[in-house]
């Protein structure tokens, strides 16, 4: 059964920045495309970043390309998320996606 868990969110000022980690367990963990979305409050979940296997091919939804990247360590069945330049808006609940798998999530707060 894979299990994914993220940390490292918190509260951060505007213009910061945080790492998000995911750590994935029960899986072959380098086969597989790793994503992060996120919620913000009264909002749908909405797509953040995705990574391929080789962590070669990334993509990164609009709102936030230039200021988030996501990469991954195969060695550590980890994915990670550095978050440059924070706006309040990035404000939410940042989850980890392998497949149909879907971690428990990790609250961002980016205060102005």
């Known amino acids: 059964q894979v299990q994914l868990v993220e940390s490292g969110g918190g509260l951060v000022q505007a213009g910061g920045s945080v790492r998000l980690s995911c750590a994935v367990s029960g899986g072959t963990f380098s086969r597989y495309n790793m994503g992060w979305f996120r919620r913000a409050p009264g909002k749908e979940r909405e797509f953040v970043a995705a990574?391929?296997?080789?962590?070669?091919?990334?993509t990164h939804a609009n709102v936030v390309k230039g200021r988030f990247t996501i990469s991954r360590d195969n060695a550590k069945s980890t994915v990670y998320l550095q978050m440059n330049s924070l706006k309040p808006e990035d404000t939410a609940v940042y989850y980890c996606?392998?497949?149909?798998?879907w971690g428990r999530g990790t609250q961002v707060t980016v205060s102005s």
């Open positions: 996606n392998l497949g149909g798998n």
């Open positions: 990574i391929d296997p080789s962590g070669r091919s990334t």
